[in-house]
């Protein structure tokens, strides 16, 4: 047995991390795409791999320096379909006989196969005027490319998204007839992206099962940075084939954002996620069954307060499989169409990439913890016989010195229950004293949950030698939609107090807890919570905020999903202005004591950089010791292996500086 040791950054860098996986109709073979990383090259590369349901045969069957990525079996062609140089790629299940089916300049982004193996529905991201004329959309890049001006000129908003700026081309949907190597576009000069641009899926595009229609998920909205609108359509692809028009019908009917539209496999049915609420992001995704033949649609999930993702039907077109939050898991279950009834399948884990043989009996999905990065799995569709395939990471976590999560629930604010992630560090004496690091989540609308998170990993905050606990106060997902409502226009509220007991509840029952030794994190809203706690409590040691919200005012001039602060703080900041007023945490900065490290991203568009300026500044001017890690090639991330290393190392040397030992 390897000795034991505590985790490092680079062993966090050098998990092989499974992306997606794909399989054969019987189960029996699994196809994956992994990426590895290199500290040393600073960047990282997707390969494909495949391997027995059994756990045996493991073969890489595509390993070169460049990506390749979305492994897809097709069995109508008992080929495998992959992404390679941005193109579409066909071969034999063990790699040979490769075939490029594809060679677009505009390359392809993402790409599904009929039923029957004679057509490709894909997505790729061209001019609009260009559609996939190769010469026209290669002119079009080389003249801004080699133009001296490098101006834009905006007449609307959503000019850029996340961490890019959109620029004028769009995804647009194609189809491809294999054997004729003709191409169809069906969202011919579209303004609008296919999938949307956000709050969509990686599974907005799909064939009927007799291949002669299909449907898609787009957002038409004009005024895109307000509209959560998102909707599902459909083509009839007879009348494109005998070259008429796509024809697109719109079956969704809610103003919220609707997605992952999946044919039954008798053809009578398309179900889909439905959020009913619009210009709302964290809505309950909603089970929705549209009747092909009659055009009623119907909520089958009208009861179950889940909110449901990665929807499969049996083959016999009675039930949907979908995974689903649940507390600290992504667990998955089953409704049936006709009763309604609500089947817990899998539970207690992190369940994602849930796959379905073509005989029903067996899934086959990643699952992981936060001593286990994704492995793929297998399980009979009763809930019976878990079984793990993959074993990518085991010679190094055999390694790691650590311990599981544990959790625990206190009062929050009213009474409602909050429950909270635990970990303790490697060596855990319960007589000893531990400091201890509070873990704020991001989102809001998100949770902490088990699972090995590359960015914020709890097990690398426990290797320094700290307790850390990580809560899910309101706002949180996993705990019903209303828990979940309800920090909505109360961002500094309700929440506050949720995480405010969970801290005093720690230090007074958890006796291993150094109670002069405290320190908080966290990102996005979970910086922003820092921000609010640096004004209101003087309670930790020090904090670290990460691309937190701290001028809510500014933040709406300069972020580019507007929906999030208008449905968040209750309207603009001239027809609410007092709710950013009120939970603005700038509006409190000179009550801080507390020592501060800022960090963020030069390309972070969701919360741009000038929040960190205007909060590196206040803490300077007001003379809080304070510190400014700014990364200018990073977004709301930091995703290289280098500048996490940075990231890390800062994030300790400020705790540990801060540490003051023997002090309880």
């Given amino acids: 047995m390897p000795q034991k040791r505590l985790m490092t950054i680079d062993d966090l860098w050098a998990m092989e991390r499974i992306n997606k996986i794909s399989i054969t109709p019987d189960g029996n073979k699994i196809f994956y795409s992994s990426s590895v990383y290199s500290m040393q090259m600073n960047k990282g590369n997707s390969n494909i791999s495949s391997i027995n349901a059994d756990g045996s045969g493991r073969t890489e069957i595509k390993a070169t320096e460049k990506n390749e990525s979305s492994p897809v079996f097709v069995p109508a062609l008992n080929k495998l379909a992959f992404i390679y140089n941005d193109q579409i790629w066909l071969c034999d299940p063990d790699g040979a006989n490769e075939q490029q089916i594809t060679n677009y300049y505009a390359g392809v982004n993402s790409f599904k196969f009929s039923n029957d193996g004679k057509y490709i529905l894909f997505t790729a991201s061209v001019y609009p005027s260009c559609g996939l004329n190769n010469e026209c959309n290669e002119n079009k890049d080389k003249l801004a490319e080699e133009s001296k001006v490098k101006a834009s000129v905006f007449t609307e908003l959503y000019y850029r998204d996340f961490n890019h700026w959109r620029g004028d081309k769009r995804s647009h949907l194609f189809l491809l007839d294999v054997a ?5 576009e069906l969202t011919p000069g579209a303004y609008y992206d296919v999938p949307p641009v956000a709050l969509g899926s990686d599974n907005d595009f799909n064939f009927s099962p007799e291949g002669s229609e299909i449907a898609f998920t787009a957002n038409k909205d004009r005024f895109l940075a307000t509209s959560t609108n998102n909707d599902i359509w459909v083509v009839n692809l007879n009348e494109v084939l005998r070259g008429g028009e796509p024809n697109q019908v719109k079956i969704s009917q809610s103003e919220g954002s609707d997605c992952e539209p999946v044919f039954s496999p008798d053809g009578n049915y398309i179900a889909f996620t439905s959020m009913e609420r619009k210009g709302f992001e964290a809505d309950k995704k909603r089970i929705m069954l549209y009747n092909r033949k009659s055009g009623d649609l119907a909520d089958i999930s009208a009861g179950i307060d889940l909110s449901a993702d990665n929807l499969i039907w049996s083959p016999d077109s009675k039930k949907i ?19 309604k009834q609500l089947l817990a399948i899998l539970t207690g884990m992190n369940i994602a990439d849930l796959q379905l043989t073509a005989d029903g009996s067996k899934f086959l999905f990643r699952n992981q913890s936060s001593i286990m990065p994704y492995e793929i799995f297998s399980a009979n569709t009763n809930g019976t016989m878990v079984t793990r395939i993959t074993y990518l990471n085991q010679k190094v976590l055999n390694q790691m010195d650590w311990n599981g999560i544990e959790t625990f629930t206190v009062k929050g604010a009213g009474g409602t229950p909050v429950q909270s992630i635990m970990v303790k560090p490697a060596g855990f004496n319960p007589s000893a004293k531990y400091p201890l690091i509070f873990l704020i989540h991001g989102g809001p609308q998100g949770n902490w949950s088990d699972e090995f998170h590359y960015r914020w990993n709890l097990q690398m905050f426990a290797a320094g030698g ?3 606990i990580a809560p899910n106060p309101r706002g949180s997902t996993g705990y019903g939609q209303k828990f979940t409502d309800e920090i909505s226009q109360d961002w500094g509220g309700k929440v506050y107090e949720d995480l405010m007991n969970v801290y005093d509840y720690a230090l007074k029952n958890f006796a291993f807890l150094d109670s002069n030794n405290t320190f908080a994190a966290g990102a996005s809203y979970g910086g922003y919570m820092i921000n609010w706690i640096a004004g209101h409590t003087n309670r930790f040691k020090a904090l670290v905020s990460h691309a937190g919200v701290f001028n809510l005012e500014s933040m709406y001039g300069t972020t580019e999903q507007l929906w999030f602060p208008e449905w968040e703080m ?39 950089e000038e929040q960190a300026f205007q909060l590196f500044t206040s803490l300077q001017r007001l003379g809080i010791e304070s510190k400014f890690l700014y990364f200018p090639d990073e977004t709301h991330f930091v995703a290289k292996p280098q500048n996490s290393r940075l990231w890390w190392l800062t994030v300790y040397d400020w705790f540990e500086k801060h540490y003051t030992p023997g002090s309880n």
């Avoid at 001239?574 to 700038?586: F, G, I, L, V």
């Fill in 466 to 468: 700290y307790v850390v």
């Fill in 570 to 608: 209750g309207g603009t900041p001239w027809s609410n202005r007092k709710a950013y007023e009120k939970w603005s945490p700038h509006q409190f900065i000179q009550n801080c004591k507390t020592p501060m490290l800022v960090v963020h991203g030069g390309n972070d568009f969701r919360v741009p």
């Fill in 321 to 339: 499989y979908f995974i689903a939050s649940s507390e600290v898991y992504n667990q998955v279950y089953s409704v049936d169409i006709e009763t």
């Fill in 180 to 184: 004729n190597k003709k191409d169809y």
